[in-house]
DNA sequence: TAATAATTGAGATTGAGTCTCAATAACAAT
DNA sequence: ATTGTTATTGAGACTCAATCTCAATTATTA
C-alpha cells in the first residue's frame, strides 16, 4: 500500500525546490492518483474528481499532471485518440514487459544489469534518464513448447 | 538505400489484401517517405509534398500515414506538441529512442550490448524474443544545461 | 464502354490541451 | 496575527492536430 503521507511530503518537497507551492487542489489530484494505482486519463481523472463533490478545474488538473510528470511521480504510458494515457509509479517497483504475441501473456522481469547498462548509454549522450519502457515481443515457453 | 521499387510493390500488395487502390496520392507520400529517412510529423510531410509542386490534400496524406502505419512502414516515435511523430521503419536497422520531456526531442540509439543482454535475459524466462521496443524518457543534454 | 466501388479534396468539425487574466490563496516577514 | 508578495486558480476563449462530410473524381471489374 502507498503511504499518502510520504506521497503528500515528497510531492511537497519537489514543488518548494521549484518555488511552488501545495494547494489543496494539488493535494487532491495527488491523493486520487496514489489512492487508485492504474492507467487513467486526465479528463476521466478530472470527471472522478467532480464525482467525489470536489473542485478542481480542468485547467488545474491538467497543470497537476504536468508537474506530477516531472517530479517523476507519473508516467505516460502511451497517447490514444482518448488522450494522454499516465500510470503512477510513485512507490511501485519498476518492472519491463515481455508479451506473447501467441497467447498474449505478460511476464513482468527485472534486471538490474540491464538497468545499469541503460544508465551507461545515457551518459554517454549526456542524457539524463528519468524513466523507460521496454516491450520485448515474441514466444512464450509454454507456446514455443505448443509449436514443436 | 532503399528500393523505391520494392517499396512500391509491397504497399501495393498490402492494399491489395485490403480492398484498396494504389492512387497518385498513396504513392507520392509513399515515395517521399522512403526517400527522405528520418523522423517526420504529418503536417511538414505535407507541406514538403506541396513545395514539389505535387497536389495532395492535408486530409489524403492524413489517411495514407494511417494505411502506412497499418502496414508496418512506419511506426509512431512519439507525440509532441507540433503532432505526431513517424519514422520510416521499411528497411531500416533495428534501434531504440531516447525522448526528451522537455523539448520533445527524440534521440536515436543502437547498443548491441543491450541487444545481447536482452537475447540473454529472454533466455533465462525460456522467452524467444522476435523485436521489442524501448523508450527512454528524460532530459537531453541541450535540456539539461538550460535548467541550469 | 458501362457499371461498381474506392478515393479525393476543401472546408467544417471535433476535442485534447493550453492560455488569459482578474480574483484568490499560500507563504514570508514583520 | 496582519500585511505584502508571489504563486495559483478557474471559466471560458483559443489553438491546432486530426477526423469527418459528401459531392466530384478516378481506378478497377464485368
Chains 1, 2 share one sequence.
Not at 504536468?66 to 494522454?84: A, E, N, R, W, Y
Amino acid at each position: 500500500m502507498i503511504d499518502l503521507n510520504k506521497g503528500k511530503k515528497d510531492f511537497t518537497n519537489f514543488l518548494k525546490e521549484h518555488g511552488q507551492r501545495l494547494t489543496n487542489e494539488r493535494s487532491v489530484v495527488l491523493n486520487r492518483i496514489l489512492s487508485c494505482a492504474g492507467h487513467f486519463d486526465p479528463d476521466s481523472l478530472y470527471l472522478q474528481i467532480r464525482q467525489t463533490g470536489l473542485k478542481v478545474s480542468r485547467a488545474s488538473v491538467y497543470r497537476t499532471l504536468t508537474l506530477l510528470h516531472k517530479s517523476g511521480f507519473i508516467s505516460i504510458v502511451g497517447k490514444t485518440d482518448k488522450g494522454t494515457i499516465y500510470e503512477c509509479t510513485y512507490g511501485i517497483k519498476h518492472h519491463d514487459h515481455m508479451h506473447c504475441i501467441e497467447c498474449g501473456k505478460v511476464i513482468e522481469f527485472y534486471s538490474d544489469e540491464l538497468e545499469k547498462l541503460q544508465e551507461k548509454i545515457c551518459k554517454k549522450q549526456g542524457f539524463e534518464g528519468q524513466s523507460h519502457t521496454l516491450e520485448i515481443r515474441g514466444y512464450c515457453a509454454q507456446c514455443r513448447k505448443n509449436m514443436k
